[in-house]
């Protein structure tokens, strides 16, 4: 194990680090940090300065991603697909999701060096003498930082730490950058603290020899999706067999258009007719739909319509529910979202529930799979006003199994996690307040009860609620994060 002690610049020079490329330092560090090769040491006062400093970092992530597309926004002949794609608020939303992993890499995977008074006096006492990191200027801050992790891996008694930062003119030899001051030397071989003030050299030389590799991992990714692709097309193949020559060769054409970077428009004419006169290439095409590009092409032709999905069908033994064909394909685009990619999308699919939701089409399948779509979309871009939206969805007249094990399950433990803030634990609120609520209807059609009697039932199915708050344990979150009125 390898104990890392990042300073609050290294922090926020990382989180800008290559951002667009796969193999950056920041998700290096992740991974390694992640699969347990590595914990960081963050001396508390660290916590405060990148607090401070984090949301201008943000910013400057969001500024430097508008410039690199002003070229594009120049010859991009469609503002709403461009709208789409590229904008201000997706950019930030990166920046943000860096910050978060930071900030998890804080909660999850680091030990907190605290502050006493002790160390303050010392650091007081350095910086009236002028020593190092106090020699140039007040560094008071960085004396306290310092002090307070070597107070913390001396009380631990840990070995192989590794003390980073780009602040060289304060903690570095005037002649040689590499080399620690004179007045920190003694602090540091004390308790065999290293010094690596370069972060090329501290990924490139020191780390990436002795830790799994990443590009290996990034590697091996690659080659896990690109065996599922195949083993995908394989399966495809196997139903195709018995399939009349006409459906292959139009799944053929579906398959060389969906290749395409931009599709022109003959081949968009192309899909349109394909999946509009035959029920057997719109659900292959559907099947197959992963990139940004065709959620315009859905929402132009209709198919994101609120009246498009499909109701339910009252039938002799019971309703019967037919999913809405696109939904897989923004599941899919969700998911990437969750996973910090595509993150243009999250307002796109938001404005996409909010417009179904006021549509008064029951579906339990239509509202569960979109009650998941939520749960992989950032929780403070989810407005409370939505959640209550969404609760109204389940007062209709289908069962309500399906969408309240989605809540529990998908929804709601995303608003009762560790750093969930008050506007989080309000939403939760409102979907505990549901759960544990009473209505006329039940949870599934109760064809014992006459019309003429009154009966009432829970929300939630018993089973379902055991599961939820004490098998997962999410009523401890309750009960610290929630407030009183809830009861």
């Known amino acids: 194990m390898i104990y890392l002690a990042i300073d609050t610049d290294v922090w926020l020079w990382l989180i800008c680090h290559k951002i667009d490329a796969e193999d950056n330092y920041f998700d290096e560090l992740y991974y390694w940090v992640e699969t347990?090769?590595?914990?960081?040491?963050?001396?508390?006062?660290?916590?405060?300065?990148?607090?401070?400093?984090?949301?201008?970092?943000?910013?400057?992530?969001?500024?430097?991603?508008?410039?690199?597309?002003?070229?594009?926004?120049?010859?991009?002949?469609?503002?709403?697909?461009?709208?789409?794609i590229y904008n201000a608020a997706s950019f930030e939303e990166f920046g943000k999701a860096r910050v978060n992993?930071?900030?998890?890499?804080?909660?999850?995977?680091?030990?907190?060096?605290?502050?006493?008074?002790?160390?303050?006096?010392?650091?007081?006492?350095?910086?009236?003498?002028?020593?190092a990191p106090n020699h140039q200027k007040d560094s008071y801050s960085d004396t306290v930082n310092i002090l307070s992790l070597i107070a913390y891996i001396e009380k631990n008694s840990l070995n192989n730490v590794i003390f980073t930062t780009k602040n060289y003119k304060d903690y570095s030899d005037p002649g040689n950058r590499l080399h620690l001051h004179e007045h920190l030397r003694e602090l540091f071989e004390k308790c065999a603290l290293e010094y690596l003030p370069d972060t090329d050299y501290l990924f490139g030389k020191r780390l990436r020899p002795i830790l799994?590799?990443?590009?290996?991992?990034?590697?091996?990714?690659?080659?896990?999706?690109?065996?599922?692709?195949?083993?995908?097309?394989?399966?495809?193949?196997?139903?195709?067999?018995?399939?009349?020559?006409?459906f292959i060769g139009n799944t053929l054409t579906i398959d060389h258009i969906l290749e395409q970077v931009r599709p022109t428009q003959f081949q968009l004419l192309t899909i349109k007719e394909l999946i509009e006169k035959d029920e057997h290439c719109r659900?292959?095409?559907?099947?197959?739909?992963?990139?940004?590009?065709?959620?315009?092409f859905l929402k132009t032709n209709g198919y994101l319509d609120p009246d498009a999905r499909p109701a339910e069908i009252t039938m002799q033994e019971g309703p019967y529910l037919s999913r809405w064909q696109v939904l897989p394909y923004l599941e899919r685009i969700s998911e990437k979202i969750k996973n910090v990619q595509d993150l243009e999308m999250i307002e796109p699919l938001?404005?996409?529930?909010?417009?179904?939701?006021?549509?008064?089409?029951?579906?339990?399948?239509?509202?569960a799979a979109i009650i998941k779509i939520l749960s992989n979309l950032p929780q403070d871009r989810i407005s409370i006003d939505l959640i209550k939206q969404v609760l109204t969805w389940i007062n209709g007249t289908s069962d309500k199994i399906l969408t309240t094990s989605a809540l529990c399950k998908s929804l709601l433990p995303r608003f009762l996690e560790k750093k969930s803030g008050s506007s989080d634990v309000a939403k939760a609120e409102e979907i505990i307040a549901y759960l544990l609520g009473i209505s006329d209807?039940?949870?599934?059609?109760?064809?014992?009860?006459?019309?003429?009697?009154?009966?009432?039932y829970s929300n939630i199915d018993r089973h379902l609620l055991i599961d939820t708050f004490i098998h997962k344990n999410l009523i401890e979150s309750v009960s610290k994060l929630c407030s009183v009125s809830l009861l």
């Open 36 to 84: 347990y090769n590595i914990r960081c040491i963050v001396p508390q006062h660290i916590l405060t300065e990148w607090e401070r400093n984090k949301q201008s970092k943000i910013a400057y992530i969001k500024q430097e991603l508008g410039k690199a597309n002003q070229l594009s926004r120049e010859v991009i002949k469609n503002p709403e697909f461009f709208n789409t």
């Open 212 to 246: 799994p590799s990443f590009s290996e991992f990034l590697a091996s990714k690659r080659e896990a999706e690109l065996t599922e692709k195949l083993k995908a097309q394989k399966q495809e193949l196997k139903k195709l067999v018995n399939t009349d020559q006409d």
């Open 350 to 367: 938001l404005e996409f529930v909010t417009t179904v939701s006021v549509s008064k089409i029951y579906n339990d399948l239509t509202h």
């Open 101 to 131: 992993k930071v900030e998890k890499i804080f909660t999850d995977y680091a030990d907190i060096a605290p502050i006493n008074d002790e160390i303050k006096l010392k650091a007081s006492e350095r910086t009236l003498a002028r020593i």
């Open 283 to 296: 659900e292959y095409f559907f099947q197959k739909i992963s990139r940004n590009y065709w959620y315009l």
């Open 441 to 456: 209807k039940a949870l599934w059609r109760d064809n014992s009860i006459k019309k003429s009697e009154s009966c009432y």
